[in-house]
């Protein structure tokens, strides 16, 4: 277990040195978030996307925004501090990708190598250091795979965790969660049902 901690360990160091590309410029997008940071309570921070939300920000929910603009208020204004956000949920979505590993039997150690093949993924990779919404979502449509590819029986207290909070914040981060979740259920349902020789019932499928 130690060597498949350490392994995985070295494999999330190795793909965050090589894709968090904090120190570009910011571009148009970002700008928009980096300006919110300025503004100066959470009040007005709140008028300000709710005004905005539909137009300028797309239809997202203020969620993303709110959290680039508390890590600007904690760590000072820098192009860092505003990706530092995606980072964190792409390490979210590496442990999802750990976790929906183990779910298919695949050994800790193992699981950490195949983290590297994310590297073969630019489309993923390129937005761990672009402040934008795409990571979000990433994270959690990948940590609700992962909890919905366990038997309920078996997921694990560290499982029941990553579902939840992947449920709960990628509904308070992005609208597209309410498409992805259905989906992500309905591509998990059969293999569980089946691959683990469980019954298929309305009940069993209900708990799951």
Known sequence: RFLGVAVTAASMLFIVVLTFSAGKQIWYDEFVYFALGGVASLPERLDLLQATLTTMNQGQTG???LLLSFSLDVFGAGGWHLRLVSLLF????????????????????????????????????????????YMPIAATVVGLLAYYAFPAPERSTGTTILG???A???????PYIAVYWPLVILITMPGVMQGRGLRTSFRHAFRQ
């Open 63 to 65: 969620g993303y925004p």
């Open 164 to 166: 939840w909070a992947s």
């Open 168 to 174: 709960v914040v990628g509904a308070l981060i992005n």
């Open 90 to 133: 792409f390490l979210w979505m590496l442990v999802g990708a750990i976790a929906f590993l183990r779910s298919q039997g695949v050994s800790l150690s193992v699981s950490g190598v195949a983290l590297l093949l994310i590297l073969g993924y630019p489309l993923v990779t390129y937005f761990v250091g672009v402040a934008r919404n």
